[in-house]
């Protein structure tokens, strides 16, 4: 059983439609409030495509592999799994990995993120919940605070919990045992992790791009569940243009089969594919409008870079960590951007991608042999 603070939520849309109309008719709060289901909506609909086991779910080969040992070995030796954090960019599957290794490890899990753990109550309430051999997951794991991550440390080492009742001079400090438990923990950013929590995690997985011939599987498997009809090609073109993750081709097949609908006689083919993600100006490479205009706003104004974080930022209105998190890993790995000691700066590709002529001096904000 999954038991995570969305399945909490009241209203669960069943499709998206239901709840957009019961909600309030005011600007500001209407397009928070629709972002709300939307999102709640993209939840859903995610959970029913999720894999549930090791043979449903499509590459990160090698990672499998070593979590099927580790959880075997586990088995055998009638011990809960050693803690596990897994990084990597958003959208690669770590909330779903997750949900597998409780499935093939026989236990429940619990879903939470760091951000809702924010007063010590929330995380020592979650820890003296478990069950023995229970899953914690928790999400953003880098955003937990000190007092959070302290509680943390003995329940992980020694499953028990320091609590101080009492103040000043009255204090008293009680050990209380917590139940076996595996901790999984999720980050986009595992140097934001403090050390010492870093420390405490057994296994440490990081989580990669995937290949488009995985990224193909996806989008087939994906269709039959949603009764999506698609042909080897059209699922080619979603892979091609899904920036190398899962998440993103879950959401194109809807968009496809939406236009494939309206346009087309229900199919998605390469064609259909094609116009649909032209219509939602993703690229070829996968781009779409945010990544070109942070790539352009470099090469036109910065004469492609360096350029500090926080100067994009501003001038793209996007906060530091969502260019951090979810624009850059993908530009990175996809050879248009880079990272320098003195700032983002593009590459020849990124020119070339975007249609302009590569200056002559242009070096890829390298040090000069002088600088
Ligand atoms: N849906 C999302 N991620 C997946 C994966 N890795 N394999 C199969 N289906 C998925």
Redesign the pocket.
């Given at each position: 059983m999954i038991i995570s603070d969305d399945d909490s939520k009241k209203n669960t849309p069943k499709n998206g439609e239901s709840n957009i109309q019961k909600l309030p008719p005011k600007s500001k709060a209407r397009a928070k409030d629709l972002e709300a289901v939307s999102n709640e909506f993209d939840e859903t609909y995610e959970k029913t495509?999720?894999?549930k086991s090791f043979n449903?779910?499509?590459?990160q080969t090698s990672l499998k592999e070593t979590l099927k040992i580790s959880i075997e070995a586990a088995k055998r030796r009638n011990v809960p799994l050693d803690h596990l954090l897994f990084y990597g960019p958003p959208g690669l599957?770590k909330t779903?990995l997750a949900g597998i290794i409780a499935e093939e490890y026989g236990v429940d899990i619990k879903i939470t993120s760091a951000p809702a753990l924010e007063r010590p109550r929330d995380i020592i309430g979650i820890l003296m919940s478990l069950k023995g051999g229970e899953i914690l997951f928790i999400d953003e794991i880098h955003r937990l605070n000190k007092v959070a991550e302290e509680i943390l440390y003995p329940a992980m080492e020694d499953f028990s919990l320091d609590l101080t009742t009492g103040k000043s001079q009255t204090v008293k400090t009680m050990r209380v045992p917590v139940q076996k438990f595996t901790l999984i923990g999720a980050t986009t950013k595992a140097g934001a992790l403090s050390g010492p929590l870093r420390d405490r995690f057994g296994i440490i997985h990081r989580l990669e791009f995937y290949k488009p011939e995985e990224l193909q599987q996806?989008v087939k498997?994906?269709a039959k569940i949603l009764n999506v009809e698609i042909d080897e090609n059209g699922a080619l073109e979603i892979a091609l243009r899904s920036r190398a993750t899962?998440r993103i081709a879950?959401r194109l097949i809807k968009r496809a089969s939406d236009y494939a609908i309206v346009k087309g006689d229900g199919k998605i083919t390469k064609e259909i594919a094609n116009l649909a993600l032209n219509n939602l100006n993703i690229d070829d490479f996968g781009l779409d409008n945010t990544d070109r205009a942070l790539l352009k706003l470099i090469i036109e104004k910065y004469s492609g870079g360096p350029v500090g974080i926080e100067t994009l930022a501003v001038a793209l209105g996007e906060d530091i960590r969502t260019i951090e998190d979810v624009y850059e890993p993908y530009l990175l790995q996809s050879g248009l951007l880079m990272r320098t000691l003195r700032g983002r700066t593009v590459t020849k590709s990124a020119y070339k991608h975007l249609g302009y002529d590569i200056p002559g001096n242009f070096n890829n904000g390298q040090l000069g042999l002088f600088e």
């Open positions: 495509i999720r894999p449903e779910y499509i590459g599957g779903t996806i498997r994906s899962p879950n």
